[in-house]
């Protein structure tokens, strides 16, 4: 009978895990925005901010590339890491709404009471290696909108700079977070 219901289980899962990246997702459409009304055929007819320097942006996409040059030992877990830092950062109220997280995983358990994510180290294994994917992604993404919401001070558009400052810490910052401590828990089972 459990043969049955993990199709349904993973398909349910799928879903879930969609509309959370797509609530995350807003945050690249509102960049996006941000940098296309300095694009001279999208300008807004009352936008007067001019537009930033074609050398800066070159500079800044390479400041995206930074987090997939990094070596792997820049994702390990510190030492600080494994304490109560995450904890009081508020990651565990985070971990309940993000993709696999405990609000997704209570609503699996219900259809089928053994579900796990990690099951066995074939998938504790990939489950760390996306670990590594995410925190990279995210932290690129955190830099783009590190430089957006400082273009947008250095410009006089502080309704921008909040708002995708908000977006970032909600989207990137504590995804990036959330990564690293994952991997601090599961650094004890890898030794194991």
Not at 20 to 26: C, I
Not at 143 to 171: D, E, P
Request: aromatic share 12%; with cysteine.
């Amino acid at each position: 009978m459990v043969t049955q219901r993990q199709p349904d289980v993973e398909r349910l899962r799928n879903r879930l895990n969609l509309l959370v990246l797509v609530v995350a997702g807003q945050f690249l459409p509102l960049v996006a925005i941000y940098w296309l009304r300095f694009v001279p055929a999208l300008r807004p007819y009352d936008f007067k901010v001019p537009p930033p320097a074609p050398g800066l942006l070159l500079a800044c996409a390479g400041v995206l590339i930074l987090p997939f040059l990094l070596p792997r030992g820049w994702f390990t877990p510190r030492r600080f890491e494994r304490r109560g830092l995450y904890i009081a950062l508020g990651l565990r109220q985070f971990r309940a709404v993000t993709t696999d997280g405990d609000w997704i995983n209570r609503r699996l358990r219900r259809l089928d009471p053994t579900y796990r994510v990690i099951r066995d180290r074939r998938t504790r294994d990939a489950h760390l290696a996306g670990t590594l994917l995410n925190e990279r992604w995210h932290t690129s993404w955190l830099l783009l909108g590190l430089v957006t919401a400082g273009s947008a001070i250095a410009t006089g558009q502080y309704g921008w700079a909040v708002t995708i400052t908000v977006f970032n810490a909600a989207f990137n910052f504590y995804p990036v977070l959330h990564q690293r401590y994952k991997r601090a828990r599961l650094r004890p089972a890898l030794r194991a």
